[in-house]
C-alpha cells in the first residue's frame, strides 16, 4: 500500500458520516475504509504502543526462565513469554494495516520515542515475582483488554481476541505460583508477600490517571476504541482481586481497602500518582535495562534479518532466471 | 490493489498472511499475519506462531502484496448487484412450507 | 461458510485456541529403570536439558519476534524430552527430574561439551542446534525401536519433534551461508568453533555394550549424520571444517568450563530452598 492512497480527503462529508454511521451502529472500520486522520493516529499510537508493552513486557519474566526453581515452571514460563512475543507481533500486525511499518515501530522503540506499559519498568527480583507479574499485571491487562475485543478498528479488535483467550493462562499460572508459595514455607510465603507488595500499586496505575486527567480518553471512548474509562476499569479490578488475595492467603498493601455497601465496590487509597509521572518520565527503575536490551537484540539480529533477506532475493532472482 | 498493512519496501523482511485449517474438512481461515523473509520460512514461521496451542493441520502463506482485493471505494458499485435478487435465496419460496424434504 | 462450520461471534473465523485436548506432559508408562537404564536415560536427559536451558536465553533477545517463537518451540520441545528421561532415570533410586535437574553437581551430569558451548552469536547457536538435531534425529529413530518401551516411547515421540528442529537448523544453514559476506563469515568461525565437539557425540562406551539392544551405539548413527550434512553442505557451499577433535568426556562426568556457570545460574533458586515445591 503506498501513502498516496492512505491519503483521502479529510474533509468528504460523505466519507465522514459514513465512518460516524459505522461507529454508531457498532459496526467495524476495516483498514480500507476512510477513516480521519485523528481516529488513525490515535490507534497507531495505541496499538503500537500496546505492542511494544508486550515485547517490552517479555523481559522482567525471560530474567527468570533460566533461573526457574523446577522443569516444569521453566516449561510454563518460556511458553508463556513466547506467547508475548507472539501478542507483540499481532499487535503490531494490526497496526501495520494503518500504514506503518514493523521496522518503523522497532525504531522508534529502540530511539526511546515511544511508550510502553511503564509497569515494566521495575525489576523482578524474585521468584515471586512471576507470581504477582501473572496474577496482578496480567490480570489488571485482561481487564484493560477484554472490552478491546469490541474495539471499533477490526484488525485491533481480532488481535485482542485472540491475545485474550490465550492470556487466560498466564494470569492463572501466577495465581498458581503465589498459591504453591502462601502454601510453601515461611520463606516461600515471605518472598510471595513481598512480591505483592511491591507489585501491586504499580499494576493500579496500568489503567492509566484519573479520568479528569485522562486527556485521550474522552475521543478514543467517542470512536470506541476505548469503551469504559479509566477509573472503572481500574475498580473492577480491585473488586476482583481483593477476594482473591484472600484465597491466596496474602495481604493486599493497602490499609484503605473496605467494603463500601452503598456502592458495592471496594473503596480504595489513594494511589501516588508522583510516582507514577516519574516512571513515566523514563526515571523508573529499569527504563534504561529494558531499553538497552531490545536496542542489542535489534542491532545484534540485524545481520541475521539481511543475511535472510538477502538469500531470498538471490533465490528469487535465481529461479526468475531458469524460467526465461 | 494489495492488502492493507503490505508496505514492501518499508521492511526488512515483508509480510505474509496467514491461513490455517483448524481440522480436516474445514476451510483454511484467515488467522493474522507475520513476517519472513521468504515463502520457506514463511510457513515456518506460521506453524510457529499460529498452531503452537494444536489450532491447525495445514497452513497457508501468500504474500501480502500478492493478494488482489476489491477497491473499497467502489464499494457500493461493487457489492450492490446482490441486493434486491431475493430469488436467490430458498427462504423467497414460501407457497411449499408444509411440504416435506423440500 | 462454505464447509457449513459455524462463523465464530467475533467473525474472527472458527479456530479456537480454548478448545484443545490436553495431552500428556511427559511420557511416562509407570515404569522402573534399572540402574543401567537409568544411567542411559541421564545422558538423554542431560543432552536436552542444557540444550534447552542455554535456547531459553535466547527468547526475547532472538534477531526478529518471530524467531524468538521459533526457538521458544525448540525449547520446550527438549525440556519435554528432558522431562521425560529424567523422570524415568530417577525412578531407579526414587529421585524427582528436578531432583536430578536441581541437586546434581557438575561431575554427576552425563551431557555432552557440544551442548554446553555457549550461545555465541545467532550463528553458533544455529550450528549447535544443527548437529545436535541431526545426532538426535538419527538417536532416535533408532531408539524408537529400543527394547525398553519407556525410552522407545519417548524417543517415539522426540524424532518427530527434532526431525523439525533440524529442518529449522537447515533452513538458517542456507541463509547464512549464502545471504551476506558477513553472514556467511560468521558461520564459518562457528561451525570451525564447534566442529571439534561433534566427535564426542559418536563414541561407543562401554554402557552402550551393556544395554544392547536397549540403547543405540552412537557410532553406529555417524554415516547417516554424515551423509545429511555432506547434502547440506553442498548446497550451502560449506566445506568440512578441519578444526581438530577435543577429547570430550561428558558421559564419564568431565565437562568444559562453561557447565558449572550454566548449572549455577540453573540450579540457584531450588538449592536456596531444599525441599521446597514450586
Redesign the interface.
Known sequence: MNSAELTLPATDDAQERYFQELIDRDSRIEPRDWMPAEYRTSLIRQISQHGHSEIIGMQPEANWITRAPSLKRKAILMAKVQDEAGHGLYLYSAAQTLGISRDEMAEQLIAGKARYSSIFNYPALTWADMGAIGWLVDGAAICNQVPLCRASYGPYARAMVRICKEESFHQRQGFEILLELSQGTAAQKEMAQDAVNRWYWPSLMMFGPPDDESPNSAQSMAWKIKRFSNDDLRQRFVDMVVPQAEVLGLTLPDPELAWNEDRGHYDMGEIDWAEFHEVLAGRGPCNAQRMQRRRDAHEDGRWVREAAAAYAEKQAAASLKAAS | MTTPGERDSADTWPLWEVFVRPSRGLSHVHVGSLHAPDETMAVRNARDLYTRRNEGVSVWVVRAADITTSDPDAKGAFFESPSGKNYRHASYYTKSEGVKHL | ???G?PAHP?????????K??LSE?IVDRASVASTDVAEYATWLGDDA?IL??QL??W????????????L??I??DL??H??SF?HYAGTATGRS??DL??FRDEHEFRSVHLVEQPNG??AHTIVRQLLMSLYLFELYRELAGSADATLAAVAGKAEKEVDYHR??AS?WI???A???E??RE?LLVALSDLWPYVEELFRDEPLHDVLAGIAVRPSGLREAFDRVLTDLFAEAELARPRTPTTSGGGRRGQHSEYLGYLLT??Q???RR?P????
Do not use: K
Request: aromatic share 6%; charged share 25%; no cysteine.
Open positions: 461458510m462454505n464447509d462450520a467475533d467473525g474472527h473465523g472458527h479456530v479456537d485456541v480454548a484443545v485436548t506432559e536439558l534447552a536451558q531459553g536465553w527468547i526475547s533477545r532472538a534477531p526478529e519476534l518471530e524467531e524468538d517463537i521459533a521458544g518451540n525449547a520446550l525440556i519435554g528432558a522431562r529424567l527430574e528436578d535437574a536441581y552469536d545467532f529442518d529449522h533452513q542456507l541463509r547464512l549464502l545471504g551476506t558477513e553472514s560468521r545460574e540453573m540457584v533458586l531450588a530452598h525441599g521446597a515445591t514450586w
